[in-house]
């Protein structure tokens, strides 16, 4: 792999990454339900059950790929026992959650790259959390206690959070080649979530 000092003229990872995949946060953003008059309570519910049907497997997958560049803080990052915790507040036990049904077409992983894209969509999608918060517990009356603790989940703390998670993908030295590779499991990371979330009809 080339470093990034022999690639001038080249766009940065970040870049390559938000250019990449701009119009697919556009499309799905505009198909979310969240500003939606017609969202209730039971949909709000589905809606986190298909998230959860899609981040359990994906962040299993990406932690058991063993291809993550060192420096990323999974522990701390993971996001899946917050919706958990989410189902359980809205009164699923743990057997009705491992009926529910889990996403098999998720990105491929084959690539330390491949993990940096997807990962880059996963922290991303943090950034609207507060306005996603505030929305929910105005309208539905949900809040960190009562189900809606992963819209939020990093709290007073995402955007600190996020420029981290920047430091750390602007200390990743990837080849051209590398780089398309992230952008490609970022861009299929927004298209497998959108299809898993159309399938268990929870979009507008
Ligand atoms: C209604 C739902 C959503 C809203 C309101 C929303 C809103 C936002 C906002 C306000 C930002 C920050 C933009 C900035 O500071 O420049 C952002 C960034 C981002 N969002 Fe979303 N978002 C939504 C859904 C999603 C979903 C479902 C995903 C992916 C699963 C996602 C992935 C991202 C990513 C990757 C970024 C980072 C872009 C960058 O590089 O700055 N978003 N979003």
């Known amino acids: 792999m080339l470093s990034q000092a022999h690639d001038v003229?080249?766009?940065?990872?970040?870049?390559?990454?938000r250019t990449?995949?701009?119009?697919?946060?556009?499309?799905?953003?505009?198909r979310m339900p969240f500003f939606s008059?017609?969202?209730?309570?039971?949909?709000?519910q589905r809606l986190l059950q298909?998230?959860?049907?899609?981040?359990?497997?994906?962040?299993?997958a990406l932690y058991a790929s063993a291809r993550i560049p060192n420096g990323f803080d999974a522990a701390s990052r993971v996001k899946t026992p917050t919706l958990l915790s989410d189902l359980h507040a809205l009164g699923l036990n743990d057997a009705a959650i491992h009926a529910l049904p889990y996403c098999t077409a998720l990105?491929?992983?084959d690539t330390p790259a491949a993990c940096l894209g997807t990962l880059y969509v996963l922290e991303g999608a943090t950034l609207g959390g507060q306005v996603l918060r505030r929305e929910m517990a105005r309208r539905l009356g949900i809040d960190a206690d009562?189900?809606?603790?992963?819209?939020?989940?990093?709290?007073?703390?995402?955007?600190?959070?996020w420029k981290d998670f920047?430091?750390?993908?602007?200390?990743?030295?990837?080849?051209?080649?590398?780089?398309?590779r992230a952008v490609d499991a970022a861009r299929s990371t927004f298209s497998c979530f959108e299809r898993w979330l159309d399938s268990q009809e929870v979009l507008l």
């Open 9 to 17: 003229g080249a766009p940065s990872l970040l870049d390559a990454l």
């Open 20 to 30: 990449g995949t701009a119009l697919l946060h556009v499309a799905l953003e505009k």
């Open 37 to 44: 008059e017609r969202l209730d309570a039971d949909w709000y």
């Open 50 to 60: 298909a998230y959860h049907g899609f981040y359990a497997p994906m962040e299993a």
């Open 107 to 109: 990105p491929r992983l």
């Open 146 to 161: 009562n189900g809606g603790a992963f819209l939020d989940v990093y709290g007073a703390e995402t955007g600190r959070r």
């Open 166 to 180: 920047l430091d750390y993908l602007g200390n990743q030295a990837l080849d051209a080649k590398a780089r398309q």
